[in-house]
């Protein structure tokens, strides 16, 4: 999965369309929860202007993960799209570069470093099965999207009490 610069190079600032169908195994999402259901589908269009390597596209797949709320497993669907630009410094000076831009070197760029970083970071923090999960009894632990449970919760925290006292009065 790379870009050599020299194809870009011929098509002086045009874009040139690449297309890539990633298995499950070869992306891994260490730590985050979430595993590859299908393979992902990514279409990336680049262009290469100056020292500047601009790139947009699409990242579509589906991604199995547990609800935060209920623990249940899901299939949760991922359809991204990105725009980036990265800088080859090249041999030039400091002083033409721009430090807020990213960086690459050589004559072709990796996709697969930056493929997995996108994924990553359109992860969401709480997956929720659906938005009007109910999640689990705090007494007994029953998925309360399938049964409903006879516990009795009680509204307030023993710990918070007296707090609720006061507001009482």
Do not use: W
């Amino acid at each position: 999965m790379k870009i050599y610069l020299d194809d870009l190079k011929k098509l002086q600032g045009d874009f040139l369309n690449y297309s890539y169908r990633v298995n499950p195994k070869d992306i891994n999402l260490e730590n985050t929860g979430f595993y590859l259901k299908c393979p992902a589908i990514f279409n990336v269009e680049a262009s290469y202007q100056g020292r500047e390597l601009f790139l947009k596209g699409t990242i579509k797949t589906q991604l199995r993960t547990a609800c935060s709320r209920c623990v249940s497993e899901f299939v949760f669907p991922l359809d991204i799209e990105f725009h980036d630009k990265f800088q080859n410094p090249g041999k030039s000076d400091d002083e033409d570069l721009d430090f807020d831009e990213n960086f690459f070197q050589g004559e072709s760029f990796n996709l697969r470093a930056l493929l997995k970083e996108i994924l990553i970071i359109s992860l969401p923090l709480k997956p929720l099965c659906s938005s009007n999960c109910l999640g689990l009894c705090p007494v007994c632990g029953l998925n309360l999207n399938l049964e409903e449970c006879k516990c009795e919760v009680s509204g307030v925290d023993p710990r918070l009490e007296d707090l609720k006292n006061f507001f009482e009065k």
